[in-house]
C-alpha cells in the first residue's frame, strides 16, 4: 500500500491542477494548475523509475546494490527544462494580458469574438 | 495510347461537345416554349408561341448589354459565360436520347452534382458583382436556396449508389451502370415505396435547381425586381437565359437516367436507325413528361415561397421524407430479403 | 514517371471516376462555343449616364458605402430558419480558456466511458 | 567523390539533418541579422529550401517502398532504451513535404508581409525551430521525442501567435494556445510514461510489437487521442484553433496549419502504428470514434464559419471543417481496416483523406495568405468594412477564387479530387456519412462565396480607393500555392499513385514500419 502513495499523490496533483485550470479565474492561480499538472506527470515519470533501496544511477563502478532506472530521471529532466521555458513563455504573456486589458479575470479578458 | 488515340479523343471531345452544346441550346428552348405556352393555357391564357424563346434570345442579342458603374466588368461579363459553359459540360456525361454517355468512364454522378452547381454560383457570383443591393440580395437568397435543396439531393444521390453497390454493381456511381440496371428491376416492394419517396422529392428540388417557383426568391420579379439578374441586360441577360434552357433539359435528363432509363427499341425488336429514331423520341417524350411534372404543374400551382421556408421546407420536411426513402431501402435490403414478398412469391410459384 | 499515358489518366475512386484532361478540354470547345455565340450580341452602351447607375426602383443611388450589402447580414434566411442552432452554437465559443480546457476534459471522459465502460458492456453482451 | 555517392550521402544522414539545419538554421539567424535584413531573409529562405530539397530527396526514395531509420546514440538493438530512433515511411514523408512547403512558403510571403515590424530576427528564428519541430515530430519514431518536438513547435508557435503583443487580442489567443498545448502535451506525457511502465520502451516500433491493449494501454489511448485530438482542433476541443488562426499574423497561421496537421499525424500514427497491433482486440473500433468526431468536426465548423463576420476567423473555422473530413476519411479506413471484402473501399477512403490532408494545407494555406494579403492592404480584417477589392487587387482576387473553388472542392480543383474519393468510399460504411459530407461542402461553398462579395465584389468604396495590388514576394507566395492546387487537380491520378497511396499503405501495412526495427514481429500483415 505504501508504495502506492506517490501514485495517489499524482493523480491528485493531476485533479488540483485541473481544478484550477478550469475553475480558478486568476491567470496566474491557471498557470499555477499547469504546473501542477506538469509536477504530477513528472513525479509519476520519476515514480515508474524507483527500485525500493536503490541507489542512484551516476556511477560508472557501481558500489553495489541495485540502481534506479536512468531512462525516467532522464526524462523528467527534459520535461522539467521544457516546462520551465513553457512556464516563462506564458507568465510573459500573462503579463501583457494584463498590460493590455488591467485585469486578470479570464472571464474578463475572454469573451466570444466580436 | 498513343498520339492517333489521343488525337481522336480530342477530336471526339471537341465535336462532341459542340454538337451537345447545339442540342442542349435548341432543345433547352423548345422546352422553356412549350412551357410556357402549356402555362399559359392551364391559366386561361392562350400565351406566346412555342418558337417566341428563340425570339427572346435575339431580342435580348439586339440589345445594349450595359455594364452598370458599381459591377467589376470582368466578373460581371465572365459569370454569364461560365455558367453556360458548365452547363454544356454536363452534357457530357448525362446519357441523353437513349444512348450512352459520351464519355461514359470519364465522370460520375458526384461531378454532375457539382457540375450543376456551377451555373447556380455564375448567377451568384454575377448578382453579387454587379453591385446593386437588388441583385446582392437575389444571390444571396440563390446561395441559401442551393445549400437548402442539396442536403436532400445529396441523400437521393448516395441512396441510388448505395443501393447498386449492395446489388454487387461495380461503378456505382456511373450514370451508365445506373442505367444498366433501373433501380426499379432492384427494389423490394418496400424499396418501391422508397423510391417512389426519393422520385417525388427529387420532382420538388428541379423547380428550386432551375429557380422556378415557387423557389423563385432570388429572382422574384415582384419583390426585388428580377433579384440578381436585375443588372443584366443584352448578351450578358441573353446567355443566362440559354443557361437557364440547357439545365432545364439537364435536369429533366438527369432525373430520366435516375429513375426511367428504359428504352422502347428493345420492346418493339427494333435496331439500328429505327432503334435510334424511337429512343431519342422516347427520351424526347420523357423529359418532356418530367418538365410537365416539375417545372410546369408546380409552377403554375402554387405562390412563392419566402427564403426561410424555402430553406425550412428542404431542410426539414423534404429531408426527413427522403431520410424516410432512404430507409425504406435499407430495411427492403436487409429484412425484405429475408422475409420479405419474395420468399411468398416463390411459395406461390410465380418467380 | 511522367509519361504522356500517366498525365492523361482517368481517376479512378473505385466506385466512379473523373478525366480532369477531357474536362477541360471539353469545357474549353465550350467556352469558344459560347464567346463566338455572344459575340453576335450588341455589345454597345452608354458609359456614364443614368444607365449605368445602380437600379433602385428609381430612387436615386444611395452612398457607396451603403450599397454594399454588409457581410453579416448574407445568408439571412439561412440563419433565421435555423436561428435554434447558431444561436446554440454561439453561445458555446464563449472565448474563455477554462471552457476549452473543460471540453477537453468532457471528451476524455466521454471516450473514456466509450472505450473503456463501453467495451466491457459490449463484451458483457 | 562523385556527385552519386555524395548524393546516396545525403541521403542516408537526410533524417537528421532535415531536422538538424533548420534548427541550426534558427540559432544563426539572430547573429546574421546583425548583418542586414536583407542577408537574413534570403539566409532563411535558403536554410529552408535546403531543407525542403532534403526533404524531396529522402521522400523520393522513401515513396519506392523503403523505410529510412536513422539512429541517434547506440547501434546495438538488443539494449532497449538507450537510443532515440527516426524512422520515416511514406506516411512521415508524405507530412514533411506539406511541412516544408508550407514553411517556404510562409518565409517568401514574411518578406514583405512583415517588412514594417520590428524583432523579425526573433520572428524568423522562431519560424525556423517550429519547422524543426514539426519536421521533427513527423520524422521520429521515438514517443519521447515526439513530445519534445511537440512542445518545440508549441512553444515557438505560440510565441508566434501573439507576435504581434501591441494588440490584445494576439497576446490573448497566443496565452490561450500555449495553456491548451501545454495541457494536451502533459496528458501526452503522461501515456508515454504510462507506456514506459509497461513496456519498458519509448520506442513506437517497439512498444506496438509489445502492446497488449490492457486497462493502462486503453487509458492511454483515451488520452493520446484527446490529447492530440486537441492539438489538431476537432471539434468540441476546437476553440482555440479560430482563436489562434485568427489572431496570428498571416504568415504564421500558413505553418500554423502545418502544425495542426502534425498532430493530425500523430492520431494517426498512434491510431495505426501503436495500437495497430491491437486493432482486432477492440470490440467498439477506434476508427468510429475518428468517423464521428469527424462528422461533428465538419458540420459544426461550417455552420460557425458561416456566421462569422472576422475574415481570418471565418477561414479558421472553414479550416476545422476540413479537418472533419481527413478524420473521416481516414478513420473509415482504421474502421473497416480487418474485414477483408471492404479492403478496396478502406484504402480508397484512406487515400481521399490523406490527399485531403495536403489538399486542406494547401487550401486554407492559400486563402490565409489571400486574408493576409487584404489585411496588410487595407489594415482590416472585418468583412463588414471592406468591399470592392477586386478592381484594386486583381492577381490576389484570381487567388482567392482558386482558393474558394478548391475548398470548396470545385471541380476541376484538388479539393474535389480528394472529396470525391472520399464521398464514393464512405457511403459503403453508412450513407449519412457521404451525404453529410456533400452537404458541408456545399456549406463552404456557400461560406466563401460570401467572404467573395464582402472582401472583392460590390461598389468601388471610397476608403479603398488608393489601395495598391500588394507586394511581389507576397504574389509569388501566393502563386506557388495556387499552381500546386491546379496541378494537383488537373492530374490526380499521378499524385494518388506516386505520394499518397505509399502513405496510405504505410499506415495501413503498420507491420512493415514495426520489423524495420524489430525484424522478428510477425503481425499485421
Not at chain 1, 509519476?44 to 530521471?73: K, N
Not at chain 2, 431580342?59 to 459565360?81: C, H, Q, R, S
Not at chain 2, 455558367?83 to 459540360?89: H, N
Not at chain 3, 482517368?10 to 455565340?37: D, K
Amino acid at each position: 500500500m505504501i508504495f502506492n502513495i506517490p501514485f495517489i499523490a499524482v493523480a491528485a496533483l493531476i485533479l488540483i491542477g485541473l481544478y484550477a485550470v478550469i475553475f480558478k479565474r486568476n491567470l496566474i492561480k491557471m498557470v499555477i494548475g499547469i504546473t501542477l499538472i506538469e509536477s504530477g506527470v513528472n513525479l509519476f515519470l520519476i515514480t515508474l523509475g524507483y527500485r525500493e533501496g536503490s541507489i542512484a544511477p551516476i556511477y560508472t563502478s557501481s558500489p553495489g546494490g541495485i540502481m534506479a532506472l536512468p531512462v525516467p530521471q532522464a526524462l523528467t529532466l527534459t520535461s522539467i527544462v521544457i516546462g520551465v521555458a513553457v512556464l516563462a513563455l506564458m507568465l510573459s504573456l500573462v503579463i501583457h494580458i494584463y498590460r493590455h486589458y488591467g485585469t486578470l479575470d479570464v472571464r474578463k479578458i475572454g469573451g466570444p469574438e466580436e | 495510347m498513343d498520339f492517333l488515340q489521343i488525337s481522336q479523343t480530342a477530336m471526339m471531345v471537341i465535336i462532341g461537345t459542340i454538337a451537345l452544346a447545339l442540342f442542349g441550346i435548341f432543345f433547352g428552348l423548345v422546352y422553356k416554349g412549350i412551357d410556357r405556352k402549356l402555362s399559359a393555357h392551364m391559366q386561361g391564357r392562350i400565351g406566346p408561341p412555342i418558337r417566341q424563346p428563340f425570339r427572346d434570345v435575339v431580342k435580348l442579342f439586339t440589345k445594349e448589354n450595359i455594364v452598370p458603374e458599381n459591377a467589376i466588368p470582368w466578373i460581371f461579363n465572365l459569370a454569364p459565360l461560365v455558367g453556360l459553359v458548365a452547363t454544356i459540360s454536363i452534357l457530357l456525361y448525362l446519357p441523353l436520347g437513349g444512348f450512352q454517355p459520351l464519355f461514359p468512364g470519364k465522370g460520375d454522378l458526384i461531378l454532375i452534382l457539382y457540375l450543376l452547381i456551377i451555373p447556380s454560383l455564375a448567377m451568384v457570383i454575377g448578382g453579387f458583382s454587379s453591385g446593386s443591393p437588388y441583385a446582392t440580395i437575389g444571390a444571396q437568397r440563390e446561395m441559401a436556396t442551393m445549400i437548402a435543396y442539396e442536403f436532400p439531393l445529396a441523400i437521393i444521390i448516395i441512396t441510388i449508389a448505395w443501393r447498386l453497390s449492395m446489388q454487387g454493381v461495380t461503378n456505382v456511381f456511373a450514370l451508365s451502370s445506373i442505367a444498366a440496371t433501373p433501380v426499379w428491376n432492384i427494389a423490394g416492394p418496400l424499396g418501391f415505396i422508397g423510391f417512389i419517396i426519393l422520385l417525388l422529392v427529387l420532382v420538388i428540388i428541379t423547380p428550386a435547381e432551375l429557380s422556378k417557383i415557387p423557389f423563385d426568391s432570388p429572382e422574384a420579379e415582384t419583390e426585388i425586381a428580377g433579384g440578381l439578374l436585375t443588372e443584366y441586360s443584352g448578351r450578358n441577360l441573353a446567355m443566362f437565359y440559354l443557361t437557364d434552357g440547357v439545365k432545364t433539359v439537364v435536369m429533366a435528363s438527369l432525373i430520366v437516367a435516375l429513375f426511367f432509363p428504359y428504352n422502347l427499341s428493345p420492346l418493339f425488336g427494333l435496331e439500328s436507325y429505327p432503334a435510334f429514331a424511337v429512343d431519342i423520341a422516347f427520351y424526347l417524350a420523357k423529359v418532356f413528361l418530367v418538365i410537365l411534372f416539375s417545372v410546369t404543374l408546380i409552377r403554375v400551382a402554387v405562390a412563392r415561397l419566402k427564403i426561410d421556408q424555402i430553406v425550412y421546407t428542404y431542410w426539414v420536411p423534404l429531408t426527413l421524407l427522403s431520410l424516410v426513402g432512404l430507409i425504406c431501402i435499407m430495411w427492403d435490403q436487409t429484412i425484405m430479403a429475408n422475409f420479405g414478398l419474395q420468399p411468398v412469391f416463390e411459395m406461390l410459384g410465380i418467380v | 514517371m511522367f509519361t504522356l499515358e500517366s498525365l492523361l489518366e482517368t481517376f479512378q475512386t473505385g466506385s466512379g471516376f473523373w478525366n480532369p484532361i477531357i474536362w477541360v478540354v471539353a469545357i474549353l470547345v465550350a467556352f469558344l462555343i459560347a464567346v463566338i455565340l455572344r459575340g453576335f450580341g450588341n455589345k454597345e452602351y452608354k458609359k456614364n449616364t443614368g444607365q449605368t447607375q445602380a437600379f433602385l426602383s428609381g430612387n436615386p443611388e444611395y452612398e457607396k458605402e451603403q450599397m454594399h450589402i454588409k457581410s453579416s447580414n448574407i445568408y439571412w434566411g439561412f440563419t433565421e430558419s435555423l436561428k435554434w442552432v447558431f444561436d446554440s452554437l454561439k453561445k458555446m465559443h464563449t472565448g474563455n480558456v477554462s471552457d476549452y480546457a473543460l471540453w477537453f476534459v468532457i471528451v476524455m471522459a466521454i471516450l473514456f466511458v466509450v472505450l473503456i465502460v463501453g467495451e466491457n458492456l459490449v463484451g458483457a453482451i | 567523390m562523385n556527385v552519386a555517392d555524395l548524393i546516396a550521402l545525403l541521403l542516408q544522414h537526410s533524417p537528421a539533418l532535415i531536422v538538424a539545419v533548420p534548427l541550426l538554421g534558427a540559432f544563426i539567424t539572430p547573429l546574421i541579422s546583425r548583418l542586414n535584413d536583407k542577408v537574413r531573409n534570403v539566409f532563411v529562405i535558403l536554410t529552408l529550401g535546403l531543407t525542403a530539397s532534403l526533404v524531396f530527396l529522402l521522400a523520393s526514395d522513401v515513396f519506392t517502398g523503403n523505410i529510412h531509420t536513422y539512429i541517434f546514440g547506440s547501434q546495438d538493438l538488443a539494449l532497449p532504451v538507450v537510443r532515440i530512433l527516426f524512422e520515416v515511411d511514406a506516411m512521415s514523408a508524405f507530412m514533411a513535404i506539406i511541412s516544408v512547403i508550407l514553411s517556404l512558403v510562409a518565409v517568401i510571403y514574411s518578406w514583405s508581409f512583415m517588412k514594417e515590424n520590428t524583432g523579425l530576427d526573433k520572428y524568423y528564428t522562431l519560424i525556423l525551430l517550429m519547422t524543426a519541430g514539426m519536421l521533427g515530430m513527423e520524422l521520429t519514431g521515438d514517443l519521447f521525442n515526439f513530445f519534445v518536438f511537440l512542445e518545440i513547435t508549441s512553444i515557438s508557435s505560440a510565441a508566434l501567435v501573439a507576435f504581434w503583443t501591441n494588440k490584445a487580442k494576439s497576446v490573448e489567443a497566443g496565452f490561450k494556445y500555449i495553456v491548451i498545448s501545454t495541457i494536451g502535451a502533459l496528458f501526452i506525457l503522461f501515456s508515454i510514461a504510462l507506456f514506459y511502465g509497461q513496456y519498458n520502451a519509448l520506442n513506437m516500433a517497439m512498444i506496438a510489437s509489445a502492446i497488449q491493449y490492457t486497462f493502462l494501454d486503453k487509458i492511454a489511448l483515451v488520452l493520446l487521442i484527446a490529447a492530440l485530438a486537441m492539438k489538431a482542433g476537432v471539434v468540441p476541443m476546437h476553440m482555440w484553433l479560430p482563436d489562434a488562426y485568427g489572431k496570428a499574423p498571416s504568415s504564421v497561421t500558413l505553418i500554423l496549419v502545418g502544425a495542426t496537421q502534425a498532430s493530425l499525424y500523430g492520431v494517426f500514427r498512434v491510431c495505426f502504428t501503436i495500437y495497430g497491433g491491437a486493432i482486432n482486440l477492440t470490440p467498439i473500433s477506434v476508427g468510429w470514434i475518428l468517423v464521428i468526431l469527424g462528422i461533428i468536426t465538419m458540420l459544426l465548423g461550417v455552420a460557425m464559419a458561416i456566421i462569422q463576420t472576422d475574415f481570418k476567423r471565418l477561414i479558421a473555422f472553414g479550416a476545422v471543417a476540413e479537418i472533419g473530413y481527413i478524420l473521416l476519411g481516414i478513420g473509415t479506413g482504421l474502421v473497416v481496416m480487418l474485414n477483408p471484402e471492404m479492403t478496396a473501399t478502406g484504402l480508397a477512403a484512406m487515400k481521399g483523406g490523406i490527399f485531403h490532408i495536403m489538399n486542406d494545407a494547401l487550401d486554407v494555406g492559400l486563402l490565409f495568405l489571400v486574408a493576409g494579403a487584404i489585411y496588410y492592404a487595407t489594415k482590416e480584417t472585418s468583412l463588414n468594412k471592406l468591399g470592392g477589392l477586386a478592381r484594386n487587387m486583381k492577381y490576389t482576387t484570381v487567388f482567392f477564387i482558386i482558393g474558394l473553388l478548391a475548398i470548396s472542392g470545385m471541380p476541376p480543383m484538388n479539393g474535389f479530387a480528394s472529396k470525391l474519393l472520399i464521398y464514393e468510399s464512405t457511403y459503403q460504411l453508412n450513407p449519412i456519412l457521404s451525404i453529410i459530407a456533400i452537404l458541408s461542402s456545399i456549406m463552404l461553398l456557400a461560406v466563401f462565396v460570401k467572404v467573395f462579395h464582402a472582401a472583392f465584389l460590390g461598389p468601388a468604396l471610397p476608403k479603398f480607393e488608393n489601395v495598391k495590388e500588394v507586394p511581389k514576394s507576397m504574389l509569388i507566395a501566393m502563386g506557388t500555392i495556387a499552381t500546386i492546387i491546379i496541378i494537383f487537380g488537373l492530374f490526380p491520378e499521378l499524385i494518388i499513385n506516386n505520394i499518397v497511396e505509399p502513405a496510405a499503405n504505410a499506415l495501413v501495412n503498420y507491420g512493415d514500419y514495426i520489423r524495420e526495427v524489430i525484424p522478428s514481429f510477425a503481425g499485421g500483415v
